[in-house]
């Protein structure tokens, strides 16, 4: 109805997660902390308010990104844990941002070489065995 609130809703509340997550800690005390929890699930609010419309972020016109992500979040959900603890000894004392980007690289690579070489086959196979049709 409104893509232009909501890019801006999106955009604040992406802004506001970005800066408290990653910022230097200004208030080290108890309430310090409590206004940096606070201010980064207001952020997340106004991204999921912005983003509730998801035409706009272009999942038709990327190739179905925000749709790949979903097939890959179950292989994203068990290698995380396993990636980030194998390649923590390998990072440590580098560039944090980065050392992060590349393990959440791999942890993306290894969630979708699991999704097309072991969920899709098991799953065409369980549908051909019980009678149901294979989704792609």
């Known amino acids: 109805?409104?893509?232009?609130l909501r890019r801006l809703?999106?955009?604040?509340?992406?802004?506001l997660v970005w800066k408290i997550y990653f910022h230097q800690p200004?208030?080290?005390?108890?309430?310090g902390n409590r206004l940096d929890d606070l201010l980064i699930g207001l952020g997340l609010a106004?991204?999921?308010?912005?983003?509730?419309?998801?035409t706009w972020l272009g999942s038709a016109k990327?190739?179905?990104w925000l749709a790949l992500t979903g097939r890959l979040s179950y292989g994203i959900y068990l290698y995380?844990?396993?990636?980030?603890c194998l390649l923590a000894p390998l990072l440590a004392g580098q560039n944090e941002f980065l050392g992060?980007?590349?393990a959440y690289a791999a942890v993306l690579g290894l969630?979708?070489?699991s999704f097309y070489l072991y969920e899709m086959p098991a799953n065409q196979f369980l549908r051909h065995k019980l009678g149901g049709r294979a989704k792609p």
Do not use: R, S
Request: glycine fraction near 12%; proline fraction near 2%; include cysteine.
């Open 1 to 4: 109805e409104k893509p232009a």
């Open 9 to 15: 809703l999106t955009l604040l509340g992406f802004t």
């Open 26 to 31: 200004y208030f080290a005390d108890f309430w």
């Open 46 to 54: 106004l991204f999921l308010l912005g983003a509730m419309d998801f």
């Open 62 to 64: 990327m190739g179905g």
């Open 80 to 84: 995380q844990c396993a990636v980030f």
């Open 100 to 102: 992060f980007l590349g």
């Open 111 to 113: 969630a979708a070489l």
